[in-house]
């Protein structure tokens, strides 16, 4: 019966949206109070339908519903329970409908906290939220339907895949789905600006709180997604630049060009426009990705299953938001008011530097994943585009805006000097200089160098930032502690994130320059050495899991005769699949990963690859800290601003202070 | 999402069991010529396993495209002529760096041309009329500013 | 102004006729570098008793050569066409038994049937990677001079014998070698 009230509540979470995608949007124009706020209730209505459908799947999933065909190709009995919850999300239905849910998540959002926005303003972007809900809803009900029966229904679940059975599925896909539909919140704040032919600074305070949230969400996914990589597959690797995660990585990059250029619109009124067309462009990509990975157009073997009707139906959307956006801002953007001037040395200036940079980085990321596409489609030949691409091209896009992150937020707003922001950064010049040059004598690699002094250069201008900003050194020590106390979340946000930059570079650079690896046959007692850090495979046992039977192997790491760490690494045998999996062992700590694999048998004796990461932590801790900075950006109270500043003409009496 | 399709490359393309990339018995034992084979893997592409090369994967065709490039190395062969072998079996497919040729001209330049581009757009918007008062973003009211200078001073407090 | 104003929406309509067009595309097919070049060389050991063949037995007739191997699931799907292809005696079928323990696929062979004139084991890949084969099943059709003229990707089905190979083996054979 659930499932039958889960595919009810779908088609009419769809019948809602359709409704909310078009009364508001008429109320708007006919200025009719009745109908725009009609979309508030609608828009609460849809989420409670949609959860109600998503809760529906879950507890498919939880007991075991085999009838349903998802749960009977993704579940099994002996599953834990974790993973049959998470399961719920491990299939390309089951995802399509959390995105669906969180979808709807943001828009009962803005008509529950945006009580205090424009009438029409927040009308027109319930509409645009209703009409990407319903797109997706009408996807999942006509192409992807989570609530297909089967008849009659197997006694035993296929179970879901091994490589999924993780801690990383309950966390990774829900967080990057917050980030990817976080940015439609953009896109339909500019889409609703763009109908209303008027933006403001209002409208930038809206605009930011809502995809920094996302961006930071969106940090968190690709970080989770990045270390679970990192252990799972049990390769060492932590970025592959492989198409699916260059769709995450897209919208990432232009989801961070405007974040700043909201800044400039927040403060400055000006390069509007752009900040428009970022909002636009940064859903479109989220959108694109899910295109990539779900038509099967660039890894038809490894993305979910494929049937031509669903990428046709994606790539529909896809078009009819993008281009229906962009005609919009073809048409409207022109006479959208152009703020006031600035110098090209000015904090608008590097912002603008910023997102040139970025813009020019998600441009190349695109290429790369597309252009096997575009010779398969233009000529007769394949190519492929992997690392060693992005490694020539991506990594240079990076030192002009890495140069310019610490020079930046010391540049006055409209019209500055150089020497004036140089004065301002002279301990990070001086410290970033010293680092190069003991770098590049030390390490024999002027590659590795100049990271390490970008590294640092980051780190010594973000602090440079705050010992500005509580005037360290000019003033007594307890009136800098006061100021430091005080400083607004947004300068916090600033100074973390720009650090946590330097932290990830930093890591990366050492992982790229350091890592090093090796594999040998071991049986027990033998050993291997890296670095210094002697392997020592100690015994190889059996284990049983729930699901699984595994070969367990310990190892002990010692240095210099003193032990480093334990570590147990598993190849896991699933029957139910026939699949085997491999978990790695690692000891982290920030300053040095120790990584070992166990690999297949032969004569006693095991396959064991081990790897020693110096600083590999570093990434991750750095991408945290970002998401981190963002969080805490979030808390400024003059993003609350926006929402008191009403600019409709009838202010509701019922308000106090 | 984005792992899963890894997770399913692993598992059905590759699906013939797990065998660990670069076998110890595959390595060269000259270190020099090993390094050389290692950096050489890694801008060859699986061709079973559609998304990685052939040091990262773990499928047996990999395993034994390891083993060709490694002994066309310990033969002799430059990297250059060891790319070529495959490349005449296998296509430009098989190489993770495609070549540099009139089709892939604006891949390879395309970066340098989106920067370009960004920063002639910024000049010709830096140089673009001023915008005459009128235009311009109309003023907070009076009730607003007031308002605003209200918050700041509470936020700044 | 109104112009770049406009230039966004006609790239993200160039990107989007691009993908629509890849939607058409199968990102598997991968174009063959071997067609119309000769046969390569080879001599590949018998999975049993009496078989193996080697580049020489295969000259100067328009023939098959089959990839397969025991673990592929797809050669059990057209293993029934190749039965009938054997029976009917149309042209030689060669098998190269893939990546597979010779007593695996000679195992096989006799619980399915077997289709080939003689089969030979490669189990390195040795001939594999000569021919570019990306996975089995795979089919090469080769001509009377020893040339590779067509690579049949995945299962040869009844339909795929009777609408490709069957007319291009028919005319090969009026071919003359030279």
Known sequence: MAPELGQMSIMLALALAVVQSIAPLVGAMRRDLVLMRLGDSLAVGQLSFVAFAFGALCYAFLISDFSVRVVAENSHTLQPALYKFAGTWGNHEGSMLLWAMILALFGAAVALFGKDLPTTLKARVLSVQGMIGAAFLAFIAFTSNPFDRLAPAPSEGAELNPLLQDPGLAFHPPFLYLGYVGFSMAFSFSVAALIEGRVDSAWARWVRPWALAAWCFLTIGIAMGSIWAYYELGWGGWWYWDPVENASFMPWLVGTALLHCALVVERRQTLVNWTILLGILTFSLSLIGTFLVRSGVLTSVHAFALDPARGVFILAILLGASMGALALYAWRAPALAAGPTFAPVSREGALVLNNIVLMAAAGTVFLGTFYPLLIDVIGDDKISVGPPYFQSTFAPLMLPLLLVMSVGPMLKWRKDQLPAAARKLRTPIILAGGALILASVALKSVLSAVGLALAVWLVAGALAILAQRIRAGAVAFGESARLALSLPGATLGIILGHASMGVCVAGIVAMSAWAKEDVQMLGPGEKLEISGYVFTLEDVSLAAGPNYEAERATFRVMRGGRPAAELVSERRYYPARGVETTEAGIRSNPFVNLYVALGEARDGRHVVRAYVHPLAAFIWIGALGMAAGGAISLTDRRFRLGARIRLDPAPSPARAA | ?157 | ?178
């Open chain 3, 1 to 178: 102004m109104r112009f770049s104003a406009a230039i966004p929406f006609a790239l993200m309509a160039l990107i989007g006729a691009g993908l629509a067009l890849g939607l058409t595309r199968d990102p598997r097919q991968l174009p063959s570098m071997l067609i119309d070049r000769p046969l390569p060389a080879f001599d590949l050991p018998a999975i049993a008793n009496g078989g193996g063949f080697s580049s020489a037995d295969v000259a100067g007739k328009v023939a098959l050569i089959n990839v397969f191997a025991s673990w592929c699931s797809a050669c059990r799907v057209e293993h029934p066409t190749l039965m009938r292809l054997a029976a009917a005696k149309r042209a030689p079928i060669y098998g190269v038994d893939w990546k597979d323990k010779a007593e695996d696929g000679a195992a096989w062979l006799r619980r399915y049937g077997d289709p080939y004139v003689a089969t030979g084991l490669d189990f390195e890949s040795r001939l594999a990677i000569e021919l570019g084969v990306t996975g089995a099943p795979e089919t090469y059709i080769v001509d009377k001079s020893g040339r590779i003229r067509y690579k049949q990707i995945g299962p040869i089905t009844d339909e795929v014998w009777a609408e490709t190979i069957e007319p291009l083996v028919a005319s090969l054979e009026q071919e003359t070698g030279s």
């Open chain 2, 1 to 157: 999402m984005k792992r899963r399709a890894f997770a399913i490359c692993v598992a059905s393309a590759c699906a013939f069991g797990p065998a660990l990339a670069v076998n110890p018995d595959e390595k060269l034992a000259d270190p020099t010529l090993e390094a050389r084979a290692l950096a050489l893997s890694r801008e060859i592409r699986c061709v079973v396993c559609q998304n990685q090369s052939i040091d990262d994967s773990n499928a047996p065709l990999a395993a034994d495209m390891r083993v060709i490039v490694r002994e066309r190395i310990a033969a002799g062969d430059g990297d250059a002529e060891v790319k070529n072998f495959l490349v005449s079996r296998y296509g430009n497919f098989v190489l993770l760096r495609p070549p540099m040729r009139a089709d892939t001209w604006f891949l390879w330049f395309g970066p340098a041309l989106f920067l370009i581009a960004g920063a002639a757009g910024f000049a010709a918007y830096l140089r673009r009329p001023a915008i005459p008062a009128s235009q311009a973003v109309p003023e907070l009211s009076a009730d607003e500013r007031r308002r605003l200078e209200e918050l700041e001073r509470r936020g700044g407090a």
